[in-house]
């Protein structure tokens, strides 16, 4: 007899390949995209036109804004001229303050606290040294006088007896 044939059922799923398929196509893209330079082109939406086109919206909005903050400010000057009007105007202005100067006052607010805060600490610290300093002082002067001794290598009783008498007055 024959030997039996091998046959593949068509349902089978080969791994290798669907591997290298998906291989060749990375590469295949890979190889494609490999030259560009920028984002965007006609197949893919125009994208860096996109971007230009946002970016100019942008500067004339902003160029808008600057002109119509110009044109606020010499109306505001050319009615303030007006003898009669001048005090009528400038009352309601100091009344409402916008988001910047409302910030502005904040911020001055914070920073004279926080000089005021400085000033008290540095004042408290120079307080303290000058305080630390004197103790000092005192201390030195204070085991001087303990520390003086005869020529035989006795404490001079005299220096403690000084001591004990200031203590004394002090409390008194």
Do not use: C, W
């Not at 799923?13 to 591997?19: E, H, I, L, V």
């Amino acid at each position: 007899m024959a030997a039996p044939m091998k046959v593949e059922r068509k349902g089978k799923y080969n791994k290798n390949a669907d591997f290298n398929n998906k291989m060749v196509k990375h590469r295949k893209r890979k190889d494609k995209d490999r030259y560009k330079t920028f984002i965007g082109s006609k197949s893919e939406g125009q994208g860096f036109a996109d971007q230009r086109k946002r970016k100019m919206y942008y500067q004339y909005k902003k160029l808008m804004k600057k002109e119509k903050r110009k044109e606020d400010n010499t109306n505001q000057t050319s009615i303030e001229t007006e003898p009669g009007d001048k005090e009528i105007l400038t009352k309601p202005q100091n009344k409402t303050k916008n988001k910047l100067q409302k910030a502005r006052q904040q911020f001055n607010n914070d920073k004279q606290k926080q000089l005021e805060k400085k000033k008290k600490f540095l004042q408290e610290k120079q307080e303290r040294e000058a305080s630390l300093h004197s103790y000092s002082q005192s201390k030195q002067t204070r085991n001087k006088k303990l520390n003086k001794r005869t020529h035989k290598g006795q404490p001079k009783l005299a220096n403690q007896i000084e001591l004990v008498l200031e203590k004394i007055q002090q409390q008194t």
